[in-house]
Every structure is written in structure tokens, then in C-alpha cells.
């Protein structure tokens, strides 16, 4: 009772729901490509490495067709979709390239990209061309590491906010940005607009 009450308010909070307090980056939609077809799913467990060189991590496992696909080729395409696309998100994630073609089914836009065998996908905010370089603990975690080596931003699309996943089945929309670059005096440079 006393050590409950030195930590105020404070609740346990159980083990497996830890990943929902980290996991809101933007929910992405990650394409590949093999045996001359396409597939993109969607994930929400990456994490953004230092900056320079672009390199991002991702967690995916071998229950989904793409792993195979990914774990062969070395190659995908990462799109940041907004808001607009939440229920093509969801749905994405909730059927299988293995039964069905989902760039016909869900009507995306496959636009060639410059460096990998993966499509764009012409309705996301961002595509970011990826390729493994670094695949040691994707037997132990699924866990697989890219180098971005193109990126593509879509400035046509009206809808900027993104999705972030709470990890059951809810999103957050992106919302109010507020602007404290002039006391990011140690930083100057990653200020550039
Ligand atoms: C919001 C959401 C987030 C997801 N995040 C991931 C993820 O980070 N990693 C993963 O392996 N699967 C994730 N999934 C599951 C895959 O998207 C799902 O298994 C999909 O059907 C795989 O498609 P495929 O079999 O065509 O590869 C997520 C699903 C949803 C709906």
C-alpha cells in the first residue's frame, strides 16, 4: 500500500499492451513485388534509425504473404497513406496477397518507382524506395532493416494528416503542429524546411 501510494496516480500497466504507448509512427503500406505481381500490406511496428543515412527498421512476420516476397527480393516500397485512405488501410491489412490482388481490389495507383522492382502507389503522402541491407535478426524477430535510397513525396494529395495506429483496431489522426524551431538551437539543421 505505501509503495501504491508514493507513486500517486500511477497504474501497471500489463506487459502486452506495452507496444500501443510506442507504436503510433504514421501507419505505412509497404509493397513488394515477386514473380511479376504485386502486394502491398500494412504495418505499423517501424522505427526511424538516425537520419543520415536514411535507414528505417520494420517488424514483419512470416504469417503474411509479403515476408516471403521481401525476404527474396531484398526490396519494398514504404507509402505513407493519409486519413482518407483509413478504410483502405484497415482492409489491406485484414486479407491476404496470397487469395487476392489488392492493388485491382482496392484501386491503388502502381506507378513505377525508380531504383526497386516495387511499386509507388500514387494515393500515398510519401513512397519511400527500400532495400535490405541488413536481414541478421529477421529469423529471431521478424525484424528487417532498409536503407531508404529514393523518396518520393506527393504534394497533390489535399488530405496531410496521417494515421497512427493505437494497436487495437482504432487510429489517431495526425493533428495541430506547433512550431518551436527557434529553440532548437542545437539542432539548427535539422530545422530546413
Ligand atoms: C493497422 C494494422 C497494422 C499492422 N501492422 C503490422 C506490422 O507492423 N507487421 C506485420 O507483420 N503485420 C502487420 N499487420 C498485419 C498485415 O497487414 C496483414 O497480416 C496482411 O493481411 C498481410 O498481407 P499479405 O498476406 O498480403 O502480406 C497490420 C495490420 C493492420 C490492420
Request: one cysteine or more.
Amino acid at each position: 500500500m505505501a509503495t501504491r501510494s508514493k507513486r500517486g496516480a500511477l497504474k501497471r500497466l500489463a506487459l502486452n499492451r506495452v507496444y500501443r504507448c510506442l507504436e503510433p509512427g504514421p501507419v505505412i503500406l509497404v509493397s513488394t513485388f515477386r514473380d511479376g505481381k504485386a502486394n502491398v500490406m500494412t504495418a505499423s511496428s517501424h522505427v526511424v534509425l538516425l537520419p543520415d543515412p536514411p535507414r528505417v527498421g520494420l517488424g514483419l512476420g512470416p504469417w503474411n504473404h509479403s515476408y516471403e516476397a521481401l525476404l527474396s527480393s531484398g526490396e519494398c516500397v514504404i507509402a505513407v497513406p493519409g486519413a482518407d485512405l483509413a478504410e483502405k488501410v484497415m482492409d489491406i491489412g485484414n486479407c491476404s496477397g496470397a487469395d487476392v490482388d489488392k492493388f485491382q481490389r482496392f484501386r491503388l495507383t502502381a506507378l513505377p518507382a525508380g531504383l526497386v522492382a516495387p511499386p509507388l502507389i500514387g494515393q500515398c503522402l510519401y513512397n519511400l524506395e527500400c532495400r535490405v541491407c541488413d536481414d541478421r535478426l529477421v529469423e529471431e524477430h521478424f525484424f528487417f532493416l532498409f536503407d531508404v535510397v529514393r523518396a518520393w513525396v506527393n504534394p497533390a494529395r489535399k488530405e496531410r494528416r496521417t494515421l497512427h495506429h493505437n494497436g487495437d483496431g482504432t487510429f489517431t489522426l495526425s493533428g495541430r503542429t506547433i512550431n518551436l524551431k527557434e529553440r532548437m538551437v542545437r539542432w539548427p539543421e535539422f530545422t530546413f524546411e
